[in-house]
C-alpha cells in the first residue's frame, strides 16, 4: 500500500550502477543531511538468488536515511519475492526502473526502459510490489524509447500506469533512450532534453508528482526547476563528479536548513573512519580502490585537483589503509582550501526553465478506451 500524503522529494541523488554504492552514499551523507539517496539498481533475481547473502547487496547504516531501493526486473514473481526480502532493511521508497537503457537490461534482460513499451506489465508489477511492502512505489522512466517519444505516448504511459497502479510519483529522465546503436553512456547525452515534455506532464496530470532528472549540473538549476513547478529534482553525475558543490548546498539553498558547518579536512576524517572500519569487509571486498573512488571529485575545480588525482592514482595501488591513503595524497591539496566549509553556489543556468511554458506541447487527451 502507498502511504497518503506523500511529498516527493525535493532532491535525490540519481540511482547509478557502478557509482551510488554504499561508499558514495556515506560521503553524500556526509555532506549533506536532507539529499535523498538511492542505491545502484538491484535486479529482482539477484535479490532472489542471493538471499542468504543478502546483506551484501541490501544493508546500509542508518544514517543513510532517507534512502530508496532500485529495483528492476520483468518477473513478477521475482519481484514480488524480492520486495519481501528487502523489507527488512527498512527502505524509505521503492523505486521500480522502466529508464535504464543499458543492452544487459534493456535488452537481453527486457526490462528497464524497455517496459515503457508495455505500461500495462509495468502497472502490474508496481501493484505487486506495493502489495508487498508498505513504503510508497514509485517510478523512474525516460520521455519515450526509440521511435515511441511522442508526447501523446509518454502520456499514455504515465496514464495507464497511474490509474492501473497505485504509481502517484514518477522520476522522469527528460530523454528518451535510443536501444540500438547507444551505449549507455551515449543516453545520457546524445538524445536531446526536452523539458517541455516534463513540465507538460505537470499540467496535464496535476493530481501525480513529478521529479525532474538530465542535465541539471548546478543549485542554480535545481532552484530553476522548483521555481517553475518540479515537485523534486533528481541529480546524477554532477552530484557524483563534483559532490562538495552539489550535495554541500542542498540543506541550506534547497531545503532552507542550517549549514552543518564542516570543512572539507573533516568531512575526509569522518569518510576514514568509515573506510578503514569497512576495508575487506566481505571477503575479497571492498578494495582501497573501491572505497577511494567517490573521493576522485571531491576537489572539482580547487588548486592541487590534478596533483590529488596522480598522487591517489599511484596510492591506491601501495596503501592499506584510508589513513596512510590520505597521508600520501592530501599533501597536494592547500590547507585553505581543506579548511574551508562550503561557499556561495557555483552559478549554472537558473534561467533555462523561465520560458519553459511557452514551449509546452499540445495537451493530452486521455483516450480512456484504451486503457479498459
Known sequence: MVADHYSPPLFSVAPMMDWTDHHYRTLARLISKHAWLYTEMLAAETIVYQKGNLDRFLAYSPDQHPIVLQIGGSNLDNLAKATE????????????????????????????????????????????????????????????????????????????VSSLSPAKHFVIHSRKALLKGLSPAENRSIPPLKYEYFYGLLRDFPDLSFTINGGIASID?????????????????????????????????????SS????????????????????????????????VKPLLGFFHSEPGNGLWKRKADSAV?????????????????????????????????????????????????????DVI
Request: charged share 20%; hydrophobic share 35%.
Open 85 to 160: 526480502l528487502a523489507n527488512a532493511y527498512c527502505y524509505d521508497e521503492i523505486n521500480f526502473n522502466c529508464g535504464c537503457p543499458s543492452p544487459r537490461v534493456a535488452g537481453r534482460g527486457c526490462f528497464g526502459v524497455r517496459l515503457m513499451l508495455d505500461p500495462k506489465f509495468v502497472a502490474e508489477a508496481i501493484s505487486l510490489i506495493a502489495a508487498n511492502t508498505n513504503v510508497p512505489v514509485t517510478v523512474k522512466c525516460r520521455i519515450g524509447v526509440d521511435d515511441h517519444d511522442s508526447y501523446n505516448e509518454l502520456c499514455d504511459f504515465i496514464y495507464k
Open 317 to 369: 595501488q601501495t596503501c592499506t589503509t584510508i589513513k596512510s591513503f590520505f597521508e600520501e595524497t592530501l599533501v597536494a591539496i592547500p590547507d585553505s582550501v581543506l579548511d574551508s566549509a562550503v561557499v556561495k553556489p557555483q552559478s549554472g543556468r537558473g534561467d533555462i526553465f523561465a520560458n519553459i511554458y511557452s514551449s509546452l506541447p499540445p495537451p493530452y487527451r486521455t483516450r480512456e478506451e
Open 260 to 291: 552543518s558547518g564542516l570543512t572539507r579536512r573533516q568531512v575526509l576524517e569522518k569518510y576514514q573512519v568509515y573506510g578503514d572500519s569497512v576495508l575487506q569487509r566481505y571477503g575479497l571486498g571492498p578494495s582501497l580502490r573501491d572505497i
Open 221 to 257: 538549476e535545481v532552484n530553476g526547476a522548483l521555481k517553475a513547478g518540479a515537485h523534486g529534482v533528481m541529480v546524477g553525475r554532477a552530484a557524483y563528479n563534483n559532490p562538495w558543490h552539489i550535495l554541500g548546498h542542498v540543506d541550506t539553498a534547497i531545503y532552507g536548513a
